[in-house]
């Protein structure tokens, strides 16, 4: 099923690239193999099956409880549908909270079973050290700063961080200290312009922002939020560019009363008998 890649595939290189001249990137989550195919046709830059799976496709209230089997099926999936351009796959809490050895072997997982370009995962204190063991094993990494949704427990903990000379400092060394350790990209997540300019100056890797202003490299959101799917408000950074939900809704509707009332199935949609069949019956 999976295409082969192209000769222009999109790679962590071409990114850095970007970078270089002033580029900027796009990067959206998929969780599945259609939308990780339209999001490469579309030609969005990387794909993140990321944890927030957890609360758009399981429907809890926090990314906290995502089975990593689960992740690196559908991190899979996402590979087949979008083999040309960066994939990055998420580690999930479970895998941050366990031991650094785990740590490794469940990001070796997504390179090597989910064909992942690279791992994102929300750094701590330890972050560098979790950083550095990656590195060593050859597994391409991406700290995640700023807001970090699996500290999150309640709905109203979702808040932007960084808001003072002092936070923005803290945030532009912890940067420096996940880039020092090897770390190939920075993401931040609910950060102001004015923290992501003191991290895009702290770090030559390219940072991307997920609600972090106009100074980083690149920008993600949440597809589902972007696509208008789903009943909860999107955070105010999320350009919502279509209803979906609500024509997939529509066209669910009409399904329900086409049948109820009679209109479905149509003379196109029925099976004819074969003709000899029909005319030994006949
Ligand atoms: O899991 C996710 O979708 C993310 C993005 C919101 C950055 O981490």
Known sequence: ????????????????????????????TAYDYPTAAIAQRAGVHVVLTGDTLGCVILGHENTRNVPLDLIITLTEAVRRGAPDIVLMGDMPCGAIEADLDTFVTAARRFRDEAGCDTVKFEAGDDGDQRVGRLVKAGISTVAHLGLRPQQVTSPDGYRAQARDAHAVAELAE??????????????LEAVPNEASLAVVDAVSVPVIGCGAGAAVDGHVVVTHDMLGIGDVRPPRFVPVLAQVGKVIEDAMRRYVQDIQSGAYPGAQHVYGMKKASAGAAG
């Open 174 to 187: 912890q940067a420096r200290r996940m880039a020092d350790a090897g770390a190939d990209m920075i993401l």
């Open 1 to 28: 099923m999976t295409a082969k890649p192209s000769s222009s595939r999109v790679t962590l290189n071409s990114l850095r690239e970007m970078k270089a001249n002033g580029q900027k990137f796009a990067m959206l």
